[in-house]
């Protein structure tokens, strides 16, 4: 799945509205979600226009661990 520029037509896309979750290869990624959508801990809980928000972590801060 390719993954894209944050979506703004979501209702938040503020701090307060990311998730980070996992796939199933292991890999995380942090999403945007509406508020009030709870506990999301994996991406396949993820509706196809939060998908389209996620961004894969370590393409932002490198394949190491800080």
């Known amino acids: 799945m390719a993954h894209s520029e944050r979506n703004t037509d979501l209702n938040s896309v503020g701090y307060e509205s ?5 796939d199933e290869a292991g890999k995380e990624f942090s999403c945007s979600v509406n508020p ?3 506990q999301v801990k994996n ?12 961004m894969d ?6 394949t190491e661990r800080w």
């Not at 990311?18 to 996992?22: E, G, K, Y």
């Not at 972590?57 to 490198?62: D, E, K, L």
């Open 18 to 22: 990311l998730v980070w979750v996992r």
């Open 43 to 54: 991406f396949n809980e993820l509706s196809q226009e939060e998908k389209a928000t996620c």
């Open 36 to 38: 009030g959508r709870g």
């Open 57 to 62: 972590v370590n393409q932002i801060v490198g």
